[in-house]
């Protein structure tokens, strides 16, 4: 049993719980999708465990083994590294691995929760979220650790993700009792709020044109997938909000997206054609028990 585990899902799977409005987190199955940049797989998380697979579902494969949490995978801009965060040396921090699950290596090792990593497209920066001045806030180092620097000051801020030419960080903030998207540059000036709605939204991620931002909402009752034009503030919506939908990550040529979703009481993994709004599931149910090698 991931004793571990439960503490780290609780925080981790914290807007499930929010937009779903039980008392409890759902079992984290599958959640936590990223496409990797060439296109062909999808790293995502599984039952406290970082997994691999094709982008039909086909040919899972495990990438950590251990009783902590690991969550929040994305890939560096070459395919060849995966960041994460776990709490496998009992704090959460910032882990970096080969895409096949070898040289792991501790990226933070202050006393904080530190989570939701994302590497820049240039692969010379990775932004994450700690609370170690004593709220949430983003940061940015260098990919072995280094150079950690405040971007952020106001507000409580998570799920960074960059701009396709990597000047810009868009991300999820609560202030004033409201979570919205907002967007910063990489010295902390021009931060502009794109939403503003009393339904949270959250988990932004830039489209691959860098023109629209997607990202989950509760704005009409429940988790839906949004999009939101950078220039002329448009909003279209994608997924019915009956079924419950997160953690939204758009393939390179911008034509899928990957997206965790609350269908069954469980977190199932499911892309959708942007074009022609079909859906696929690609995940059923525990791949792994917890604890198993």
Known sequence: MKTPLLLATALLLAPLQALSQESESPPPENAYPAWSPTGDH?????NGEIVVMNIDGSQPNRLTHNDAADANPQWSPDGLKIVFSSNRTGNMDIFVMDADGKHVQQLTTHKSFDAGPAWSPSGDNIV????????????????????????TTEGSNG??????NGLKVAFHSTRDDNQDIYVINLDGSEEAKLTQHEGRDLSPTWSPDGKDILFASMRNGGGALYTISIETRELKQLTDSKSPSY??????DGNVIVFYSVRDGHPELYTLNVHTTKQQRLTHGYMYKRGED
């Open 42 to 46: 999808i790293a995502f998380m599984a």
């Open 128 to 151: 994450f979220s700690s609370d170690r001045t004593g709220s949430k806030q983003l940061f940015l180092m260098k990919p072995d650790g280094s150079g950690v620097r405040q971007l």
């Open 159 to 164: 799920r960074p993700t960059w701009s396709p």
């Open 247 to 252: 953690g939204p990550s758009w393939s390179p």
